[in-house]
Every structure is written in structure tokens, then in C-alpha cells.
């Protein structure tokens, strides 16, 4: 071929813009570069139907030791996650709690006894004041009786 | 192509950071193309798939020695030309294939059978032609990333993909024509 123009650069992909323009401008008055594009790009053409393969397993690397991460970047990543923030709130509260004392056994007793004799005393000022207003009645009626059975002896 | 390069980016910086996930994204995304370069290149299925593990792990071992996170694909397949010519260089008295331009059989071809007549032709070529033509026609990459992924001129790589175009033009010539005559 006499012509000086790159026809595997052409069919490749490999020219710029203006190359493409002129090699295309040529070759649409030079059968001969027709015929060599053609060929080219017919050649092409049948290694594209060269079909591209699945890979028959998943390459994997999750499971392998290599690729875990470190402890301290175990430690590290996990400040930011939302399972850490939670254990921090719980072991917080757990911490809060045991700083500020929780009441012995002994005190919740003496607590529930001070609430009985409390309630007990209050039933027992409820009852004598009963028993004192009873008493002042049946005084009253005793003496109404009285007066008047002496005064029905003297008539 | 510009959303996946910057999403490949954005992979490699959590990969670098650690993130098992992240990298574990990146090699299903890459992993097909990968291992079809290394079985055209290798022809020999078992061969490819454990290049392509040993390619993964080495790109995770190396990656923060990438430079350019917008030049993975071609760190990532210079990787695996270089596992894969280690392989080959190991294995060299079997892999060797002798050079017949001898056309194929005639009769009508089917797209499978013309399929199978590329593989075939493709095996014709030697290693370094082979792997030219693997990188320019089925890869996409330019001559001058070729080159870098090589570690060879650009004038060798423009070379080997035309030296290789004019033998398959050739052994394939009878297939295409037949190929194309039975549309």
C-alpha cells in the first residue's frame, strides 16, 4: 500500500480528531484504504465475539486472616459505631449507680419498720380519740339518768 | 466511566484506611476482567483463577504504594502481567506454543464457532503479542498505558498489537469471511 495513513491506529482508537478527519477524508477516495480499514475492522469485529468468561468462584478474602484488621483497628473503628455508644450509655448507668450507693439491706428494713410504726401509731391515736369521745357520750347519758331517776325518787 | 473511576477512588481511600468491605467492592468489580485476561493470556483455566486470588492479595498488600487512585486499573493489570509472566516463566517448556499461521478448516461458521476460532487464533500468537492484543482489544487501554503497565517503549507495544492484527488477519481471514457470508 502506497499510502502513508495508520489504519490499525484508526480502527483502534488510538488517533485524534483531526487525524481521524483526514484518514476519513482520504479513505473515502482511496479503495485501497477503504479495502485495509475494512479488513482491519472485519478482523476486529470477530475478536469481539470472543466471549468473556464468569469466574467460576467468587474470589474471596473476607474470610482470609490476611485481610482482617487489626485489633487496634478493631478498637479504633468501633468508637464510631452505634453498638459502642449504646454499651457506653449502660456502663454509664452502671458506674452512676454503684458511685452513688445503693441502700443496704439492714436500712430498707428500718425504713419499712419506721412506715409501720408510723401507720400503727396514727390507727392507735385514731382509736383512743374514738374511745375517748364514746366515753364523754356514755358519761352524759349516765348522768342525764341519774338526775332523773332522783328526781322521780323525791316525787 | 467518570462516576466509576470516582467511586473506584473512593473505594481505594477506605481500602487504604482498612475497610475490608471496600476492598472486597473493588475485586468484585474487577475480578471477571481480571481473570479473562489471565485465562486468554495463561489458557489454562485453574492457572487463572489462582493468579487472579494472588493478584487481589498483592494489590491489597500493596496499596498504599498506588500513587494515583485514578490509575488502579492500570496498577491493578500490571500486577497481574507480572504474575502472570512468573507463572509462565516457571512453566515455560509446556506453555511454549508454536506459531502456525496455517488458515482455519472451511465450511460455514457459526458465531460460536467463530468464537471458538479466536480462541484459538489467540493461542497462536506468542505471549508478548497475545497480552498486547489483551490489553488494547479486550481491555480498552490506551498504547501509552499499555506501555506503562509493560514497562516497555510505546513503539514496542504499537509493535506487538499490529504484528499480532496482521497474524490473526491472516488465520482468521477464511473464519470471517465464512462468518460473514452466513448473515
Known sequence: ?155 | MIFREVEDRDLIAKARRGDVEAFNLLVSRWEKRVFNYLLRLLANREDALDVTQDVFLKAYQNLSKLDDAARFAGWLFRIAHNEAFSLLRRKRPESELPLELKPAETGRLLPLELSLAVESALKRLNEDQREAVLLKVYQGFKFDEIAQILDCPVSTVKSRVYTALELLKTVLAPSVMRGAGSE
Not at chain 1, 464510631?80 to 449507680?97: D, E, T, Y
Open chain 1, 1 to 155: 500500500m502506497s499510502c502513508e495513513y495508520d489504519w490499525k491506529s484508526y480502527a483502534l482508537g488510538e488517533m485524534d480528531r483531526s487525524a481521524r478527519r483526514e484518514a476519513e477524508a482520504h479513505a473515502n477516495v482511496c479503495p485501497a484504504c477503504r479495502e485495509e480499514l475494512a479488513s482491519t475492522r472485519l478482523t476486529l469485529d470477530a475478536l469481539s465475539t470472543l466471549r468473556e468468561e464468569e469466574i467460576p468462584r467468587r474470589i474471596a478474602f473476607v474470610s482470609d486472616q490476611i485481610f482482617e484488621p487489626r485489633w487496634y483497628q478493631r478498637a479504633f473503628r468501633s468508637l464510631w459505631s452505634p453498638n459502642f455508644a449504646a454499651a457506653c450509655v449502660v456502663a454509664g448507668a452502671i458506674l452512676f449507680h454503684a458511685f452513688r450507693g445503693t441502700p443496704g439491706q439492714a436500712v430498707v428494713n428500718a425504713q419499712i419498720d419506721a412506715a409501720v410504726s408510723k401507720a400503727v401509731a396514727v390507727e392507735d391515736a385514731r382509736y383512743a380519740e374514738q374511745f375517748e369521745r364514746l366515753a364523754s357520750q356514755v358519761n352524759a347519758r349516765s348522768e342525764v339518768f341519774t338526775r332523773t331517776v332522783n328526781r322521780e325518787v323525791r316525787q
